[in-house]
């Protein structure tokens, strides 16, 4: 799982509740990603920054936001507008200028109830 | 939006014999990738193959990319137990440059002691 910290590994939540998720990097990569992954299925992109200060949003951004206010970190809220929150969420980073090749946590279950 | 597809979905093969897992693609490619997924864990990056390049080895890996029918497959040789995960294609889109990679469904590989 490299330089890449979430936490915490489960999560659970009542309905209604805004969650924040926390991912951490020591790698200086300029570049962090976030992904939902739900059972059987491939990773889908939520949010990412390429720099500090400045996010895009993914292919399913709708009920999250994030912030990027440090070059380390990029924490993921799951608003209570995401109609289903219950998903692995996973963070990546990128070195920027380098190859595609991204650098995963071992992410978080979210269980929301 | 899922890019690729992976073939097959799930594939059990008994210890020591090769795996071969195929990807297919939509669109036009800066590269592709190929991820591991153990278990509830984070992706492990395995290789990287750019779209003027047909094939490559690292290990007991070996990938081809066939551009004109936007296709790729996976050769793992002599297969062991810890090769037991999902594995993922993730294609770099022309256009994004590095920025952002789309990733299929994968395949649950299990190797049968």
């Known amino acids: 799982d490299g330089g890449i910290t979430q936490s915490p590994k489960y999560l659970f939540r009542k309905e209604g509740q805004n969650v924040t998720l926390s991912c951490e990097q020591n790698?200086?990569?300029?570049?962090m990603y976030w992904y939902r992954q739900d059972p059987g299925q491939g990773l889908r992109l939520i949010y990412y920054?390429?720099?500090?200060?400045?996010?895009q949003k993914g292919d399913i951004a709708e009920g999250y936001s994030v912030s990027r206010e440090k070059k380390e970190s990029f924490p993921l809220t799951v608003t209570s507008a995401q109609k289903n929150p219950t998903a692995f969420y996973l963070c990546?980073?990128?070195?920027?200028?380098?190859?595609?090749?991204?650098?995963f946590g071992p992410g978080t279950r979210l269980t929301v109830l | 939006s899922q890019q690729g597809e992976e073939d097959p979905q799930a594939l059990s093969i008994q210890e020591g014999e090769n795996a071969t897992m195929n990807c297919s693609y939509k669109?036009?490619?800066?590269?592709l990738q190929w991820y591991r997924q153990n278990s509830g864990r984070g992706l492990v990056h395995l290789i990287l193959?750019?779209?003027?390049?047909r094939e490559k080895h690292s290990g007991r890996l070996r990938v081809t990319l066939d551009t004109s029918k936007k296709s790729s497959s996976l050769l793992i040789t002599a297969s062991r137990a810890a090769d037991t995960a999902s594995y993922f294609c993730?294609?770099?889109?022309?256009?994004?440059?590095?920025?952002?990679?789309?990733f299929g469904t994968g395949t649950r590989l299990t190797i049968i002691p």
């Open positions: 920054s390429q720099i500090v200060n400045d996010f």
């Open positions: 669109t036009s490619i800066n590269n």
């Open positions: 993730a294609t770099s889109p022309p256009n994004f440059g590095n920025e952002k990679l789309t």
């Open positions: 193959i750019r779209s003027n390049e």
């Open positions: 990546a980073s990128r070195k920027s200028g380098a190859t595609d090749t991204q650098y």
């Open positions: 790698l200086n990569h300029d570049a």
